[in-house]
């Protein structure tokens, strides 16, 4: 293959990932997948060879929300993370952390606030929201426990506000060891509540999380 095939296909890459940023952005999608093959489509490069990776456009991610509307997006991240608190204070006896996209400043004003919590049974998790009287719906959820092995947990999705959040339920010894991430491969980055509240004194310039952050 010659230097500029290569260069083309390399700028292909590069142009359906800025594209798959934004559609996740703009329309709050979560499933990588689903925006990179929504981008190949809007450009018409399914054809193009091989789709960027997740990493790739995590970092097209960052660099948007960089580039674009940084003040409101701050301001945005700050509402759903005191959202997330308000939710993690609900569900203090499962010992949440804070997951995904508004962990990593890279939520759109759709996106779910996604928690972590740990219960011996999910229906213990149920029962606290009937408790509270809040309405729910439940969910499954397929992680990788490990690289070769895939486990299904059950979760619940409900209104704190005007905010959407998804409780993930573990088992309790699950909070020693995070899933797999479908960006990078790695252990997912997991906040408690110290280190959400701690998120909220960050300047404009450390908009999106450089590093991973554990509490267990």
Same mark, same amino acid.
Request: glycine share 6%; with cysteine; hydrophobic share 40%.
């Given at each position: 293959?010659?230097k500029? @095939?290569l260069r083309?296909?390399?700028r292909?890459?590069?142009? $359906?990932?800025?594209?798959?940023a934004?559609?996740?952005?703009?329309?709050?999608?979560?499933?990588?997948?689903?925006?990179?093959?929504?981008?190949?489509?809007r450009?018409?490069?399914k054809?193009?060879g @091989?789709l960027?990776?997740?990493?790739?456009? #995590?970092? !097209?991610?960052?660099?948007?929300?960089?580039?674009?509307?940084?003040?409101?997006? $701050?301001?945005?991240?700050c509402?759903? +993370?005191r959202g997330a608190?308000a939710?993690?204070?609900?569900?203090?006896?499962?010992?949440? +952390?804070?997951?995904?996209?508004?962990?990593?400043?890279?939520? !759109?004003?759709n996106s779910?606030?996604?928690?972590?919590?740990?219960?011996d049974?999910?229906?213990?998790? !149920?029962?606290?929201?009937?408790a509270?009287g809040? &309405?729910?719906?439940?969910?499954? &959820?397929r992680l990788?426990?490990?690289?070769?092995?895939?486990?299904?947990? $059950?979760?619940?999705?409900? #209104?704190q506000? /005007?905010?959407?959040?998804?409780?993930?339920?573990f088992p309790?010894?699950?909070?020693? #060891?995070?899933?797999?991430?479908?960006?990078?491969g790695?252990?997912? &980055?997991r906040?408690?509540?110290?280190?959400?509240r &701690?998120?909220?004194?960050?300047?404009s @310039? /450390?908009?999106?999380?450089?590093?991973?952050?554990?509490n267990?």
């Amino acid at each position: 293959m010659g230097k500029n @095939s290569l260069r083309g296909n390399e700028r292909a890459r590069t142009v $359906l990932a800025q594209e798959a940023a934004r559609i996740i952005i703009e329309q709050g999608i979560e499933d990588f997948r689903i925006a990179k093959n929504k981008a190949a489509e809007r450009l018409g490069l399914k054809n193009c060879g @091989s789709l960027p990776c997740n990493t790739e456009i #995590q970092t !097209a991610i960052s660099e948007h929300l960089q580039l674009f509307g940084r003040e409101s997006h $701050l301001d945005q991240q700050c509402t759903l +993370r005191r959202g997330a608190l308000a939710a993690m204070d609900l569900l203090a006896p499962f010992k949440p +952390r804070l997951v995904g996209p508004v962990l990593d400043g890279t939520a !759109a004003a759709n996106s779910p606030i996604n928690l972590h919590v740990f219960s011996d049974t999910a229906e213990m998790v !149920a029962l606290k929201l009937d408790a509270v009287g809040l &309405r729910y719906q439940v969910y499954e &959820r397929r992680l990788k426990s490990r690289r070769d092995r895939s486990e299904t947990y $059950l979760g619940y999705r409900f #209104q704190q506000g /005007d905010l959407s959040v998804e409780a993930t339920v573990f088992p309790i010894t699950g909070i020693r #060891q995070a899933p797999i991430s479908s960006i990078n491969g790695r252990p997912m &980055r997991r906040a408690n509540h110290a280190a959400v509240r &701690r998120l909220l004194t960050i300047s404009s @310039s /450390d908009l999106v999380i450089p590093n991973p952050i554990f509490n267990i």
